[in-house]
């Protein structure tokens, strides 16, 4: 631990509030949570098993699922154990772990994001380019790129973290050890890491979804020219669902982690944390893959073959 750590162990607060619902919110965050799972587990199987969806975008969303398993599974077994048995302590060490965790997965999947979206733009706008620019060794190495950035990016914010002293209290006002609110526990001055923390923040955040929004914009002017009114309807839906999804999560952690006090706003950051934790993940494989009639059919095909 950092020098002049006195703190052994955290308590996180949860949803005081709905203490006396603790069962009902266990079986509805159980459910999610185990939709979401499964939702995104059926992406990567068929992806894996069906040779037609060996493509750069499902390899893509394929990676993207993993990372939301992942992502998901950092989180919410502890609250499932906070709601279920009310145990709200976590070491100092499996805190730190988990805000690692979540840090890491998020930002990777952020910038995952970016480049799923600028594989769909060239796979539009120029479809006689993309076979050649966006083979397997590219897909890996954009990927590979997304972790080792994602990595390099939360490092230093991180080990100025561990590097704070924590002297009490030891109650984390959240349902997981995040960012903000370790900051908010230390003893320490903080300013130079809140600092650092909303820079980085702005950057990744505004960064991705700049390259988004830019190739958002380019996939609609070419849909908008398509011939058949039929083909621009079902386009323009399948990008609204899109969109609906990506404003949920860009939106939520805009609101939680663009702002220079990490202070600040605390309370309603648990919130706005539920969306990228259980409504997103659990949307997701339903936005975009299991409304995809390619994948309805590879889906079919692998449940007719295992039940032969």
Known sequence: ???GTTVQEFTLEGFPAFQHQGKVL??????????????????????????????????????????????????????????????????????FIQAFMFLFLGTAGFLLIAVMSMDRCMAI????????IMNLKTCFLLVTACCVLAFTLITGPLIMLFQLSFCGPNVIPHFFCDLGPL????????????????????SILLT?????????????????????????????????????????????????????????RLDSNREAALVNTVVTPLLNPIIYTLRNKQVHRALKETMCRLKI
């Open 1 to 3: 631990m950092g020098n």
């Open 183 to 202: 900051i908010h526990l230390s003893c320490s001055n903080t300013r130079s890491i809140e600092m650092l923390a909303f820079v980085l923040a702005l």
């Open 125 to 132: 706008c120029k479809p006689l380019h993309y076979p050649t």
């Open 26 to 95: 266990f079986l509805v965050h159980l459910l999610a949570y185990l939709a979401s799972i499964a939702g995104n587990a059926v992406i990567i199987t068929i992806t894996c098993a069906d040779s037609r969806l060996q493509t750069p975008m499902y390899f893509f969303l394929s990676i993207f699922s993993f990372f939301e398993c992942c992502f998901i599974s950092a989180v919410i077994p502890k609250l499932l154990v906070i709601f279920l048995l009310g145990r709200q302590t976590i070491s100092s060490l499996a805190c």
């Open 208 to 264: 991705s979804l700049l390259i988004t929004i830019v190739a958002y914009s380019n996939i609609v002017v070419t849909i908008v020219r398509l011939p058949s009114a039929r083909e621009r309807q079902k386009a323009f839906s399948t990008c609204s669902s899109h969109l609906i999804v990506l404003s949920l999560m860009y939106g939520s952690c805009v609101f939680i982690y663009v702002k220079p006090k990490q202070r600040n």
